[in-house]
């Protein structure tokens, strides 16, 4: 038997200027128990702030807050559209792409977040695939709002507000890893390892319990949560978070090819951005 374990409460530092901010959590600071995320990203930009970026041998979750002006995404497979608030896309990079994001008018503001997950060794071999997704609606139990933005066999994503004094319970499978970040207010996540204080910007991940869990969290005041769950991929992963393999041959090969172009690119001509094919 295993009992759950729980990560230490981290706050992650907000980095950016006047026209973008982006907070940065890295699964290098939970002792394995956010697997299968290599992290993620929560940003805000008003501009074409943010260089277009190589990702390969993962899959990336991109989701727009409520409220957010909506953001122009462009990467190398031929994807080109305009994600609405309370919407997301699915992008399976497989051997290879680059993507662009911004606003869709400057001085408009997009914010959301961006799940980096590792995938199985087979997958960092695909072929890129990207999917589309209009907004996914909220359902209210009470005064929990909850809007499931992926629920599959292998992990589940969902953005929840509560409002004070109120709870939510989740059941966490048997091997399972969670991720809980509070985006603002005040909770505590009762767990059978005990009870656990989040404030507005922190981050707190939990998992390898032999047996399903449940999980209560309860808001101190109106809250917004962000609640990842999977089973953990348990496979070694060379190089960085958006270019994530399974050998330190594999990666070199991938850097080559982003290089050499085989993942093609997107430049800024004339105040806009150019996709250019990946090469052969």
């Avoid at 990560?7 to 299968?36: C, H, Q, W």
């Avoid at 606003?103 to 071999?125: C, D, I, R, Y």
């Avoid at 991720?179 to 996540?189: C, F, K, N, P, S």
């Avoid at 009762?190 to 922190?202: A, D, F, W």
Wanted: proline share 5%.
């Amino acid at each position: 038997m295993h009992t759950l374990k729980v990560s230490k409460v981290i706050s992650a530092p907000t980095m950016g200027n006047m026209d973008y901010s982006v907070v940065t959590v890295r699964a290098s600071s939970f002792e394995g128990l956010m697997d299968p995320l290599l992290g993620f990203e929560l940003f805000r930009m008003r501009a074409r702030t943010f260089r277009p970026r190589p990702f390969a041998g993962i899959s990336i979750l991109t989701y727009l807050f409520d409220g957010s002006a909506a953001c122009h995404l462009l990467d190398t497979t031929g994807t080109d559209c305009l994600l609405q608030p309370g919407g997301f896309v699915w992008a399976i990079a497989g051997k290879g792409l680059v993507r662009a994001a911004f606003p869709e008018e400057t001085g408009a503001v997009s914010a959301g977040v961006q799940l980096l997950l590792n995938v199985h060794a087979e997958g960092k071999q695909s072929e890129p695939q990207v999917a589309v997704n209009s907004a996914v609606p909220r359902n209210a139990d009470g005064r929990v709002y909850t809007r499931t933005v992926m629920d599959t066999t292998a992990a589940a994503f969902r953005h929840i507000h509560i409002a004070r004094s109120d709870t939510a319970t989740y059941q966490l499978p048997a091997g399972w890893n969670a991720t809980i970040h509070l985006l603002e207010g005040a909770v505590r996540v009762q767990t059978s390892s005990g009870g656990t204080e989040l404030r507005s910007g922190t981050t707190v991940a939990m998992g390898q319990s032999s047996v399903a869990e449940r999980l209560l969290v309860e808001a101190h005041e109106q809250s917004e949560v962000l609640f990842f769950s999977g089973a953990p991929i348990g496979e070694p992963a060379f190089g960085s978070e958006t270019m994530s393999m399974s050998s330190t041959e594999e990666l070199g090969k991938v850097l080559a090819d982003y290089e050499e172009g085989k993942m093609g690119f997107i430049t800024l001509t004339a105040g806009k951005w150019q996709i250019i094919p990946p090469t052969k």
